[in-house]
């Protein structure tokens, strides 16, 4: 993807200027192509062909439709998609591409009034992720699911039930506990699969604290209710374009949760998940997945741009060796990508300065 975008970015005449003007400086007068992008010129640089503003891809025009369909995924609405795209990409105008090209779907038009908010907050919420979880069920096109939602993160967890029993969603909670860990406490309804004795076994069994609606806690389940809104709309939109649910829901957990620049993934797993957008990120620190258009994917670190293994952060995902081999193999095409350093090296060998949020989370 980065090859296909510096081709394009080559072959676009706006961006030719921007180019030039990276390598050989903003003249006073600049040009009319040069305007959208004069006034933070600072922050663009060029990586192996591709224009960056900061931590964002600068996207040519021949490419912007395709990046807008790869946004619109899951049709998250608006403001999500802006929120998604921020963090990735830019180009003079998006926010409004963006929702001249959502204003023309109808099936984001259909929901367009009962957008999801993130679920009100009722509940003190643990400063760490899955100690409290939400859990409740929910009926969709004659089947029925279990959603165990995260407080801290609103990260959902979707099942398919089998059966209405209380085995079989127990069953259910405790694979998801088993990815996870053990929650403290776990908030849910009265509702047979909860109330049931072999429920009560359960909570002893795993030790964590079960919360229902009571009197003392009327709205308690809220925050599970306003999971199973939001994943029941995202598989409707789903189902109602012929689309994939699993991408749908990757889609909404990798979107930056509203007033936060982080979604419930990066908070839940304190990573960021690789998504379809991610081909146009190189900001997925400690160690860069690299999306090549053969479809390997390389682990490079900049600080062995060659294959050097050692991991220096204190997240870092290991470089496996025959990652690190893969890497060294093909150090032509490798594009060395910076870890926590602010300096960056082209595959030229050109050693470029990058301002640090550039690199850091
Ligand atoms: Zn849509």
Request: proline share 6%; charged share 25%; glycine share 6%.
């Amino acid at each position: 993807m980065w090859e296909k975008i510096a081709i394009h970015t080559k072959e676009d005449e706006e961006l030719k200027d921007v180019l030039n003007a990276v390598h050989f400086g903003w003249e006073s007068d600049h040009a009319q192509s040069l305007k959208p992008y004069y006034h933070f010129r600072g922050d663009i640089t060029e990586i192996d062909g591709v224009l960056v503003k900061g931590p964002k891809v600068i996207i040519p025009k021949t490419l912007q439709g395709d990046m807008l369909k790869k946004i619109h995924e899951g049709h998250l609405g608006i403001e999500k998609c802006q929120a998604r795209a921020r963090q990735v990409m830019y180009w003079p105008n998006i926010n409004n591409d963006i929702e001249n090209h959502i204003g023309r779907c109808g099936t984001c038009q259909k929901h367009r009034y009962k957008q999801a908010k993130e679920p009100m907050e009722q509940h003190e919420v643990p400063e760490k992720t899955w100690r409290k979880i939400g859990a409740d069920l929910f009926t969709l096109f004659g089947k029925n699911f279990l959603v165990v939602v995260d407080y801290t993160s609103n990260y959902p967890e979707v099942a398919k039930l089998e059966d209405l029993s209380s085995t079989n969603t127990i069953s259910h909670m405790k694979s998801i506990m088993a990815r996870h860990g053990l929650p403290s406490v776990v908030v849910s309804d009265n509702g047979p699969q909860f109330s049931s004795r072999e429920f009560r076994q359960f909570v002893m069994q795993y030790g964590f604290k079960h919360v229902t609606s009571s009197p003392e806690y009327p709205q308690s389940n809220g925050k599970a209710e306003k999971a199973v809104q939001i994943v029941k709309r995202l598989l409707k939109k789903a189902k109602e374009n012929d689309e994939d649910p699993h991408l749908a829901l990757l889609n909404y957990r990798t979107s930056p949760l509203s007033g936060s620049d982080r979604s419930p993934g990066e908070i839940s797993m304190n990573r960021k998940l690789r998504t379809k957008l991610s081909s146009a990120e190189k900001n997925m620190s400690p160690c860069t997945i690299q999306d090549d258009d053969d479809d390997r994917e390389k682990y490079v670190c900049v600080d062995h741009p060659s294959g050097g293994a050692t991991a220096s952060t204190n997240q870092s995902k290991p470089v496996t060796p025959k990652a690190a081999q893969s890497s060294h193999s093909t150090d032509q095409q490798s594009r060395p990508v910076s870890t926590m350093s602010d300096v960056r090296t082209t595959r030229s060998g050109r050693i470029i300065n990058l301002p640090s949020r550039y690199v850091h989370d």
